[in-house]
């Protein structure tokens, strides 16, 4: 499933994340990634401990765990702090397909990547080319947003970002462990959880919701792993 989360950050909490990373310390992208992926990868990124980072990085963690959307589409456990790259000048970052293992910064753990996300920092017309393209079984999707807005897509997926062939563009991106690791029980979760509030404002306290939902919460107790 392919899904935009729109207006993750407000308006003011845009404005000022993008004043920061105007001035933040940009490294070389192709440190932070396999053996495959560094082949193909050409931006700039900024370092993993950077405060910047660290700051918009849980500024974005908080807005998307009280994003309902987010929340229903994701079945977050696990967030790996946000990381935040750049693309200018030609750079692009070419079909791959993102690790299923990383290490969480500073910290003996790993996370298993199920859930990969975008949010984009820099407005559409502000650059060209860049595009997150993703494929999947009915063939492959470009993705490009306005700023503030993100996308959620199965880590399982492979993808690649268009070179950027005039202006800038800035985005954040994670990586999320599922409550589901599979992708298409994730997407029916999300389907009935979506047509459970849609009956749920036309006809309140009525037993097929309340079956319904049942249904719901049972399917995630089978389903789960926390
Ligand atoms: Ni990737």
Not at 33 to 60: C, F, T
Not at 92 to 117: F, K, M, N, Q
């Amino acid at each position: 499933m392919i899904l935009t989360i729109p207006n993750v950050l407000s308006p003011a909490a845009l404005a000022e994340a993008r004043d920061a990373l105007e001035s933040a310390p940009w490294e070389d992208g192709a440190g932070t990634a396999g053996h495959q992926a560094s082949l193909v990868k050409s931006n700039r990124q900024l370092p993993a401990g950077d405060p910047v980072a660290r700051r918009l990085g849980a500024m974005i963690a908080q807005a998307l765990g009280n994003h309902p959307l987010f929340v229903s589409a994701a079945l977050p456990l696990h967030f790996l702090p946000p990381m935040f790259n750049r693309y200018e000048g030609g750079g692009e970052y070419g079909t791959h397909v993102d690790g299923a293992i990383r290490r969480v910064p500073g910290l003996d753990r790993t996370i298993r990547t199920d859930v990969s996300c975008t949010l984009f920092f820099a407005d559409p017309e502000e650059y060209d080319g860049g595009e997150l393209v993703i494929e999947d079984t009915y063939g492959a999707h470009s993705v490009k947003l306005p700023a503030g807005h993100a996308v959620v897509y199965p880590s399982t997926s492979l993808h690649r970002v268009n070179p950027v062939t005039r202006g800038r563009r800035i985005a954040s991106f994670m990586w999320i462990q599922s409550l589901v690791r599979d992708d298409q029980r994730r997407a029916m979760l999300f389907d009935l959880d979506c047509a459970i509030r849609d009956l749920g404002t036309e006809r309140s306290g009525d037993s097929p919701v309340v079956t319904l939902t049942g249904i719901y919460h049972n399917l995630l107790r089978q389903w789960a792993e926390t």
